[in-house]
Nanobody
Framework: DVQLQASGGGVVQAGGSLRLSCAVS????????IGWFRQAPGKEQEGISA????????YYADSVKGRFTISGDNTKNTVYLQMNGLKPEDTAVYYC??????????????????WGQGTLVTVSS
């Protein structure tokens, strides 16, 4: 069975850091790209980052570029999202997902094959 398990959310003050983890099973990074999405209260879901193994690249939305870093550990079948310089507007439920190649930054949701459960990130001002 394909599973994605997101963890690492919590409460942090503005300017702080958190590292989210997405442990995957049932597939490898050769099979799918891995994306991170978030949904803030009252807002649409946003695709913010992706580990595009199929192209050997990474993707960051403008809203997180320069502050967030995505990486993968093949030995642990885990993708990480290091979030630095957190802002109150980063408060959201964060989800990881398996993306069916080819990668599309413009329409990340349309290429999701599997979703993980969300993990809540709260940034206080």
């Amino acid at each position: 069975d394909v599973q994605l398990q997101a963890s690492g959310g919590g409460v942090v003050q503005a300017g702080g850091s958190l590292r989210l983890s997405c442990a995957v099973s049932g597939f490898t990074f050769d099979d799918y790209d891995i994306g991170w999405f978030r949904q803030a209260p009252g807002k649409e879901q946003e695709g913010i980052s992706a580990l595009v193994s199929s192209e050997g690249t990474t993707y960051y939305a403008d809203s997180v570029k320069g502050r967030f870093t995505i990486s993968g550990d093949n030995t642990k079948n885990t993708v990480y999202l290091q979030m630095n310089g957190l802002k109150p507007e980063d408060t959201a439920v964060y989800y990881c997902a398996a993306l069916d190649p080819p990668f599309s930054a413009q329409d990340m949701r349309s290429i999701v094959d599997y979703w993980g459960q969300g993990t809540l990130v709260t940034v206080s001002s």
